[in-house]
């Protein structure tokens, strides 16, 4: 057999394991092998788990079985079998264009220009044009396969050269997708793109956040929307389109019957630009998912858009979290929720809504059938916002996502809530994140948890819950068959905490994640959750760094995890 020398190496701080398969003479007389080099390569752009090979070349018709494996922070152990087949002509290749993307592949340095022309066409369907990847050559011989197009800013010299290409690709009868995000193209570049678009017939995705566009690249963009009609998706979050552009936007929107997506975010769009788009809503649209988040947008604005809201049949999306709607925005919303049939997801953190509209939402939640997603994280609701949700909660049968994390609710608003759980069947996601409910609030959601038999996903990080929290969940945890994730994640929670939740574990058969990271668990918490893991068969991801954990404790959940083969698995020494 080959032999195998092990090598390990860091490379831009992920460690990756390299193998390399040395063939012995005697394989070199029977198959006229040469040396064959398998190494994982990485760039930063790419995850942890994403595997590359780079492979020199040898004689001709050499057949070998090779794995190559890598250990990263978040991916203990990944084994990849590949069968290689080395030539001089291209058969390697084909090889692996059939099991790796060419961007990846294309983004290693050490793979040479040559190569990448000669992968199969059907890796060119997506490409990504950077300065280490494919050269703009390439992209422009084989412009008649690519689908999908994403443009680095720092791929080219001059804007000039950018234009170029994006107008070259757009010309073809392929392309479907291209992103041009933070390259500064401006109002300028957008004029360019509105006139392509124009006569572009195949173009659904257009990604251009980040971009220095202003008021008349919007008014240019908006006059080609009038005419396209194949465009789906634009995202122009990021940039500088004012109310002048949201109303340029507006009027294309009444004309395009294409559009289903829409990104404004972070455009300095105020309750000018908001009341016009809400003019365009009130209108027959394909738009199903618009993104307002962080401008301008107070009550007046929010009042526009829900007041459209009411005989809108299209959008089933609206994010305008970081706006500032206030309570007055609150109440609107109260009335659109009576009669609106079509919304399915509202977003609207961080929008200064404090326990009188947290009380018009709830009596709108009370009778709407529709929504199932509902966020109102880092509001200031309070105790009786919360009260008044939870009366909400007894009654709705839709809602299956609720954020209200950092809102100010503490152990009162959570007893509220706890109670609504007992009778609630379906909400499954539940953010109280941040909200201080203290042990006596764990204690109540514990009592909940015994009886729902929704909720699968529970966090409850940052909320000063210490050991008799944890144990009053660990309780809840021994007979809870749904909850699958639950995020302990900066508590007060030490070794007796930690021994409670491990003796959960044991019987325990749902729960697939648990964060426990940053409270004050010792060796001897650390110690617990490993016998604990020994005989647990369903925790598939345990997070237990930020603690005061030392070696005895560091040792025990290694050798536990020889037994349990758990797929991710955190662990930092803080002590």
């Given at each position: 057999?080959?032999?195998?020398?092990?090598?390990?190496?860091?490379?831009?701080?992920?460690?990756?394991?390299?193998?390399?398969?040395?063939?012995?003479?005697?394989?070199?007389?029977?198959?006229?092998a040469m040396l064959l080099y398998i190494m994982a390569i990485s760039t930063s752009s790419l995850r942890g788990s994403t595997i590359l090979l780079y492979l020199e070349a040898g004689s001709p018709g050499v057949k070998r079985d090779a794995t190559v494996f890598c250990t990263t922070s978040d991916n203990p152990g990944f084994g990849?079998?590949?069968?290689?087949v080395l030539d001089r002509s291209r058969g390697i290749r084909s090889r692996i264009a059939s099991s790796l993307d060419l961007n990846d592949l294309a983004t290693c340095a050490r793979v040479s220009q040559d190569w990448n022309d000669s992968f199969t066409p059907a890796l060119y369907v997506s490409v990504v044009l950077s300065e280490?990847?494919?050269?703009?050559?390439?992209?422009?011989?084989?412009?008649?396969?690519?689908?999908?197009?994403?443009?680095?800013?720092?791929?080219?010299?001059?804007?000039?050269?950018?234009?170029?290409?994006?107008?070259?690709?757009?010309?073809?009868?392929?392309?479907?997708?291209?992103?041009?995000?933070?390259?500064?193209?401006?109002?300028?570049?957008?004029?360019?793109?509105?006139?392509?678009?124009?006569?572009?017939?195949?173009?659904?995705?257009?990604?251009?956040?980040?971009?220095?566009?202003?008021?008349?690249?919007?008014?240019?963009?908006?006059?080609?929307?009038?005419?396209?009609?194949?465009?789906?998706?634009?995202?122009?979050?990021?940039?500088?389109?004012?109310?002048?552009?949201?109303?340029?936007?507006?009027?294309?929107?009444?004309?395009?019957?294409?559009?289903?997506?829409?990104?404004?975010?972070?455009?300095?769009?105020?309750?000018?630009?908001?009341?016009?788009?809400?003019?365009?809503?009130?209108?027959?649209?394909?738009?199903?998912?618009?993104?307002?988040?962080?401008?301008?947008?107070?009550?007046?604005?929010?009042?526009?858009?829900?007041?459209?809201?009411?005989?809108?049949?299209?959008?089933?999306?609206?994010?305008?979290?970081?706006?500032?709607?206030?309570?007055?925005?609150?109440?609107?919303?109260?009335?659109?929720?009576?009669?609106?049939?079509?919304?399915?997801?509202?977003?609207?953190?961080?929008?200064?809504?404090?326990?009188?509209?947290?009380?018009?939402?709830?009596?709108?939640?009370?009778?709407?059938?529709?929504?199932?997603?509902?966020?109102?994280?880092?509001?200031?609701?309070?105790?009786?916002?919360?009260?008044?949700?939870?009366?909400?909660?007894?009654?709705?049968?839709?809602?299956?996502?609720?954020?209200?994390?950092?809102?100010?609710?503490?152990?009162?608003?959570?007893?509220?809530?706890?109670?609504?759980?007992?009778?609630?069947?379906?909400?499954?996601?539940?953010?109280?994140?941040?909200?201080?409910?203290?042990?006596?609030?764990?204690?109540?959601?514990?009592?909940?948890?015994?009886?729902?038999?929704?909720?699968?996903?529970?966090?409850?990080?940052?909320?000063?819950?210490?050991?008799?929290?944890?144990?009053?969940?660990?309780?809840?945890?021994?007979?809870?068959?749904?909850?699958?994730?639950?995020?302990?994640?900066?508590?007060?929670?030490?070794?007796?905490?930690?021994?409670?939740?491990?003796?959960?574990?044991?019987?325990?058969?749902?729960?697939?994640?648990?964060?426990?990271?940053?409270?004050?668990?010792?060796?001897?918490?650390?110690?617990?959750?490993?016998?604990?893991?020994?005989?647990?068969?369903?925790?598939?991801?345990?997070?237990?760094?930020?603690?005061?954990?030392?070696?005895?404790?560091?040792?025990?959940?290694?050798?536990?995890?020889?037994?349990?083969?758990?797929?991710?698995?955190?662990?930092?020494?803080?002590?």
């Open positions: 057999m080959p032999k195998i020398s092990n090598k390990q190496r860091e490379l831009k701080d992920i460690e990756f394991l390299i193998l390399k398969h040395s063939i012995d003479n005697d394989y070199e007389a029977e198959e006229e990849l079998d590949v069968l290689v280490q990847g494919l050269s703009m050559e390439s992209v422009e011989r084989n412009k008649h396969l690519i689908q999908s197009l994403k443009i680095a800013c720092t791929v080219y010299e001059e804007p000039s050269e950018r234009d170029e290409i994006v107008l070259s690709v757009m010309d073809n009868s392929t392309l479907t997708t291209l992103d041009l995000s933070y390259n500064s193209i401006g109002d300028c570049g957008a004029e360019a793109l509105s006139e392509a678009l124009k006569t572009n017939l195949t173009l659904t995705t257009l990604l251009i956040f980040g971009n220095e566009i202003e008021p008349n690249g919007a008014q240019a963009l908006s006059e080609a929307l009038k005419s396209n009609s194949t465009l789906t998706t634009l995202t122009l979050d990021y940039n500088s389109i004012g109310d002048n552009g949201a109303q340029a936007l507006s009027e294309a929107l009444k004309a395009n019957s294409a559009l289903t997506t829409l990104g404004l975010s972070n455009n300095s769009i105020g309750d000018n630009g908001a009341q016009a788009l809400s003019e365009a809503l009130k209108t027959k649209l394909a738009l199903t998912a618009l993104d307002l988040s962080t401008n301008s947008i107070g009550d007046n604005g929010a009042q526009a858009l829900f007041e459209a809201l009411k005989t809108n049949s299209s959008l089933t999306t609206l994010d305008l979290s970081y706006n500032s709607i206030g309570d007055n925005g609150a109440e609107a919303l109260f009335e659109t929720l009576k009669t609106n049939l079509t919304l399915t997801t509202l977003l609207i953190f961080g929008n200064e809504i404090e326990p009188n509209g947290a009380q018009a939402l709830s009596e709108a939640l009370k009778s709407n059938s529709t929504l199932t997603t509902l966020t109102l994280d880092y509001n200031s609701i309070g105790d009786n916002g919360a009260q008044a949700l939870s009366e909400a909660l007894k009654a709705n049968s839709a809602l299956t996502t609720l954020g209200l994390s950092n809102n100010s609710i503490g152990d009162n608003g959570a007893q509220a809530l706890s109670e609504a759980l007992k009778t609630n069947s379906t909400l499954t996601t539940l953010n109280l994140s941040y909200i201080s409910i203290g042990d006596n609030g764990a204690q109540a959601l514990s009592e909940a948890l015994k009886i729902n038999l929704a909720l699968t996903a529970l966090d409850l990080s940052n909320n000063s819950i210490g050991d008799n929290g944890a144990c009053a969940l660990s309780e809840a945890l021994k007979t809870s068959s749904t909850l699958t994730t639950l995020s302990l994640w900066k508590n007060s929670i030490g070794d007796n905490g930690a021994k409670a939740l491990s003796e959960a574990l044991k019987t325990n058969l749902a729960l697939t994640t648990l964060s426990l990271s940053n409270n004050s668990i010792g060796d001897n918490g650390a110690c617990a959750l490993s016998e604990a893991l020994k005989t647990n068969s369903t925790l598939t991801t345990l997070i237990v760094d930020g603690n005061q954990t030392g070696p005895i404790g560091a040792q025990a959940l290694s050798e536990a995890l020889k037994t349990n083969p758990m797929s991710r698995f955190r662990l930092v020494n803080h002590r």
